[in-house]
């Protein structure tokens, strides 16, 4: 798409995007001058969107601790899982000179402009959860989350050391497309299995990271694929709409169907522990205590670390019955 029929597009979205200022005083402009310390810390943040249990949660972490008690007034923009969303909140972000910007880029790409933009304006970024494909890394300041390529390799060498000692067909239902989290699994997936000729992926396809589309293309799979063993699901709530599906054909999920998913949230636990689904890889949405003290750090003019990588466990379905009463998500 050229610029132009993306201003277009951006404008017709200045209706669309709700910049909401959620803590402290309303309104645009900064209410400090770049400062961290004891002064509140003004701070926008574009959030992907509210398409799965993982982002619930991880908008809850944030808004939390981003809180006026703590020293934040912060605007919160939710892009509705699209990009040029989240483009048109930065913009917003930089017109109204917050001290600092922190987002979840949807997509890896079509960021650089954008983020020249506040550099010119000296406004520090940070990045949460997804990562961005940029010629220029000095365009952010700090990378806080998970490591996708780990999560992925982690599924696959589940796959392949628990099912893969005979031959078995695997699908494998991506996140959204171009999206950090979505290339890494099934990188990591995919380099996992690569050396057992016993797997083979015989589908593989974007369910958006939605349960709803995750059940949709699970439909389509259980229609074409003559035989499926295994379901690699990026994310829970695609996994539990495929079991959905799974269960609407007559077969039994976690056993007819093996299924082996990414997140570790609440419905997926439960699955783990009713039999459902056989092994989950954790991906901790719980990002917002560490975004509050970078986002302090560089409002003070302070160096962070460039990347800080969230730790995650894995649980088979034994693990999950003891973990489940105490998760905080
Ligand atoms: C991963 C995050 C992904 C989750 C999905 O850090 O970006 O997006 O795995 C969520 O549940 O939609």
């Given at each position: 798409m050229n610029r132009n029929s993306m201003g277009a597009r951006m404008l017709g979205l200045v209706a669309v995007v709700a910049v909401v200022t959620v803590a402290g005083c309303g309104g645009g402009g900064s209410s400090s001058s770049g400062s961290g310390g004891d002064k509140t810390v003004t701070i926008g943040f574009a959030q992907?969107?509210?398409?799965?249990g993982w982002r619930t949660a991880n908008t809850q972490s944030i808004k939390s601790v981003l809180t006026k008690e703590n020293g934040f007034t912060l605007k919160f923009a939710d892009a509705q899982q699209k990009p040029e969303n989240q483009i048109q909140s930065i913009r917003s972000f930089i017109a109204q000179k917050v001290d600092v910007i922190a987002f979840s880029p949807?997509?890896?790409?079509?960021w650089d402009t954008v983020l020249e933009e506040a550099k010119a304006a000296k406004i520090p970024v940070i990045l949460t959860d997804r990562a961005v494909d940029v010629?220029?890394?000095?365009?952010?300041a700090s990378f806080i989350g998970s490591d996708f390529v780990d999560e992925g390799k982690r599924a696959g060498v589940y796959v392949s050391t628990t099912f893969g000692t005979a031959p078995i067909s695997v699908v494998e239902l991506q996140?959204?497309?171009?999206?950090a989290p979505a290339i890494d699994r099934k990188k990591g997936f995919a380099e996992a299995i690569?050396?057992?000729?016993?797997?083979?992926?015989?589908a593989s396809q974007t369910g958006n990271f939605t349960r709803s589309e995750g059940k949709q293309v699970m439909e389509g799979l259980l229609q074409s694929q003559?035989?499926?063993d295994v379901l690699f699901a990026h994310n829970d709530d695609m996994a539990l709409g495929a079991i959905e599906a799974i269960e609407a054909a007559g077969k039994k999920p976690g056993q007819d169907i093996k299924i082996v998913s990414i997140d570790g949230v609440k419905d997926g636990m439960q699955a783990l522990t009713d039999g459902k689904i056989n092994y989950i890889v954790e991906c901790n949405p719980l990002l917002g205590p560490d975004l509050a003290t970078l986002a302090k750090k560089v409002a003070d003019g302070g160096t962070v670390e460039k990347r800080i990588v969230t730790k995650d466990e894995a649980f088979d379905q034994a693990a999950a019955k003891v973990a489940l009463p105490s998760r905080k998500y």
């Open positions: 992907v969107g509210s398409e799965s949807v997509v890896t790409t079509g010629k220029d890394d000095s365009l952010y996140g959204t497309t171009g999206s690569a050396a057992n000729p016993n797997i083979k992926v015989v003559p035989k499926i």
